[in-house]
Nanobody, 115 residues
Framework: QVQLVESGGGLVQPGGSLRLSCAASGPIFRINSMAWYRQAPGKERELVAVITGGGTTNYADSVKGRFTISRNNAKSPMYLQMNTLKPDDTAVYYC?????????WGQGTQVTVSS
């Protein structure tokens, strides 16, 4: 069974940067989209950024201009480059892969922005 594994989270000061990675343990065929979500304590999980199979990207208004989602090819990991981080970005970040038959989720990686 294919699993998604996130990495790259940690503690960073406001204004700093982090890059999250999401790798699949095996092949996933016919990917509709890949995305990053986040969930802060006491809040619902929210969509941060999404990239379609064709490469189109969309971002939550709160991260536009600061975060970049990317993926080089069908076999490479997905990344989320996060710049100019703010305390409000503190959350557990989850990667998601949507295919016609299944929705895959990673286990999450903690991002904490604090001085």
């Amino acid at each position: 069974q294919v699993q998604l594994v996130e990495s790259g989270g940690g503690l960073v000061q406001p204004g700093g940067s982090l890059r999250l990675s999401c790798a699949a343990s095996g092949p996933i065929f016919r990917i509709n989209s890949m995305a990053w979500y986040r969930q802060a304590p006491g809040k619902e999980r929210e969509l941060v950024a999404v990239i379609t199979g064709g490469g189109t990207t969309n971002y939550a208004d709160s991260v536009k201009g600061r975060f970049t989602i990317s993926r080089n090819n069908a076999k490479s990991p997905m990344y989320l480059q996060m710049n100019t981080l703010k305390p409000d970005d503190t959350a557990v970040y989850y990667c998601n892969v949507n295919s016609p038959n299944r929705n895959y989720w990673g286990q999450g990686t903690q991002v904490t922005v604090s001085s």
